[in-house]
């Protein structure tokens, strides 16, 4: 078929046929540079969840501002034993880390006086959390805590600015996986470390929402997607993996 005309009704024709072969279409905020065929969408999909899937796995809703109270609950202590978590991060006092999804700052305010000659960068979508960070560290009056305002698809990090990259309980939220990963991979110097902290899918004992937890499998295999490779996984935690990956 030939002509303007003709070109304009193949053109339909083809999008036609992607609609109707599954091909999903982009999402706000998904970056060009990664076709959108990474990502799954199904019409029917769990209520916890966004409808979108990422190898397999989907995506979960984001914990919303009202949940603050639930992250900062006394049970949390000795449900997650995060001294343990921070003691094995093994951080040194200049390093520069990225606590990613920081929430309400339950992490970062841990980590701040292990690194008296580095900092912490407390990044989250959510402004509402930062906030909260904010007061925090104006009233116990802390200069190496910054927070960091990101989106669905950057963190907003330097290129190889930061020596650890953590995430607990958060990638398994991320609407964007694909970019979100590759933003924080490339933040992360050569010589450092990503430590990946989400509850345990296959441990029917810990009863947290399906969306809300990870198979150590899945994980290694996300993360390899993005470029890192599994360095170790620690069992010291009552409920949750400790994966550690680094730059190949």
């Known amino acids: 078929m030939h002509g303007p005309g003709g070109a304009r009704f193949g053109v339909a024709i083809a999008l036609a046929l992607a609609g109707c072969f599954g091909v999903p279409a982009r999402t706000h905020g998904e970056s060009r540079e990664e076709p959108a065929s990474r990502y799954e969408y199904r019409a029917q999909h769990s209520r916890d969840g966004i409808g979108k899937f990422y190898l397999g796995r989907e995506i979960a809703r984001v914990t919303p501002p009202e949940g603050a109270d639930w992250m900062g609950r006394p049970a949390r202590a000795r449900e997650q034993r995060p001294d343990l978590l921070v003691r094995h991060l093994e951080l040194e006092p200049g390093d520069v880390v990225a606590d990613v999804g920081a929430g309400t700052g339950y992490f970062t305010f841990r980590m701040s006086p292990l690194v008296p000659e580095g900092k912490i960068l407390a990044v989250d979508v959510q402004q509402s959390m930062l906030d909260l960070i904010e007061a925090k560290r104006a009233e116990r009056n802390i200069t190496n805590i910054e927070t960091v305002l990101g989106t669905a698809t950057d963190p907003r990090l330097e290129a190889e600015s930061v020596d650890l990259i953590l995430l ?31 509850y345990r899918a296959e441990d029917p004992e810990v009863r947290i929402r399906p969306l809300h937890k990870m198979s150590q499998a899945q994980a290694r295999r996300e993360m390899k997607a993005a470029g890192l490779a599994w360095r170790e996984t620690k069992d010291i935690l009552p409920q949750q993996h400790f994966m550690v990956f680094e730059k190949p």
């Open 168 to 198: 607990v309980d958060a990638y398994h939220e991320f609407s964007h996986p694909v970019e979100m990963m590759r933003a924080l991979v490339k933040g992360l110097r050569g010589d450092g470390a990503l430590v990946l902290i989400e």
